[in-house]
Structures are given as C-alpha cells and as structure tokens.
C-alpha cells in the first residue's frame, strides 16, 4: 500500500504491516478514521483529529508536505523534505520524526 499526502509519497509498507504498525503520522490519522464493526471497540478507540487546513498542490509548504498539519512537527520538517526511509520488512517512511508502535 502506498499512502500519499499532497501528491507525494509519505508511507509504503505491505497490508498487515501498514495496518498493524502505521508509522507516518498521516497514515495513522487515515487509519484511525476507518469504522471498526464491533461497537465497544469503535467507542473506546481514539480517532486522531487534524489541525489546520490541507494546503493547496500548487502551493505547498516548504519542507515535509505534511508538517503544518502534523502535531510531532519540529523545525527540521519545514526546512527539508524527508526522504523515504526503509525501516525493515519493506516498511518505507518519509518523516524525520516517524512513531515507531
């Protein structure tokens, strides 16, 4: 799976990997936006809520795409856009400051 934020790749990584260990904090924000079937589950999990609006594509931020709407931004990410990174098993992350689970 390949998730995308403003035209440019920020995560790959296999299905169960990408589902059972999200590292990019887009990736995480989408999938815990996903309905869960089982009621007590869907009430007791935490949805992440972004902030901030999405910039326009032909007026992106300087630096990382996602950095004035990630909340783990530092000052490095408006600076440079983060390469993707393998971090084992086919798993590749663009984010300097990527949430290892």
Do not use: W
């Not at 949805?47 to 795409?65: A, F, K």
């Not at 990630?70 to 393998?86: G, T």
């Amino acid at each position: 799976i390949i998730v995308m934020y403003l035209g440019k790749i920020v995560e790959i990584a296999g299905c169960e990997d990408l589902y059972d260990k999200p590292m990019h904090p887009y990736t995480q924000a989408l999938l815990s936006a996903v309905p869960i079937a089982d009621p007590l589950v869907e009430e007791k999990r935490e949805r992440i809520h972004l902030q901030g609006e999405v910039p326009s594509v032909m007026n992106r931020p300087s630096g990382c795409p996602f950095c004035n709407r990630c909340a783990y931004s530092q000052p490095e990410c408006s600076k440079a856009v983060p390469e993707l990174e393998d971090k084992g098993n086919g798993h590749h992350v663009a984010c300097f400051y990527c949430l290892d689970k």
